[in-house]
């Protein structure tokens, strides 16, 4: 996945995951307060340019989710024909992909919160989306 797509998809994914946890330390840890380069495609893609209305991802959380989506795309062909596949799939990236840096940074009370949100999110956009391409590729 692209980058700047990753980060667009990360800055939702920070969104949802903060509407259900309202800690401050939570927030700066999944947000950034300044403009990183990977957050260039969001800013072009608002709405207005006097006001801030989308998420801008910190940059460890788009690396996370990136990670996330990797594994879920190094999965997806040996698992999207049986039961469960959400299930398997957030299990391996909740097993393979280093969520430490929540804990470590953000807040330890919210941190598995946190962690299964972004598991769950990351799967329910991309396995859809992997799906999409696969069929494209065999037409």
Sequence with gaps: MDLFSAAYV?????????RAVRCDD????????????????????EYKDNKQSL?????RLVETV?????????MMAEVA???????KIRAA?????????IQSSGCSLHHQEIVDGIAR??????V????????????
């Design 26 to 45: 939570c927030k700066t840890c999944l947000t950034s307060p300044v403009m990183l380069p990977t957050n260039a495609f969001i800013y072009f893609k």
């Design 128 to 139: 859809p989306w992997w799906c999409k391409r696969r069929n494209r590729s065999l037409m």
């Design 81 to 87: 024909h049986t039961y469960s596949v959400e299930e």
């Design 10 to 18: 990360t800055g939702f994914i920070a969104r949802y995951g903060l």
């Design 55 to 59: 998420t801008y991802p910190s940059e």
């Design 121 to 126: 999110s990351a799967t329910r956009i991309s």
């Design 93 to 101: 990236i909740e097993n393979t992909v280093d969520f430490g840096w």
């Design 66 to 74: 990136s990670a996330s989506i990797t594994v879920l795309d190094g």
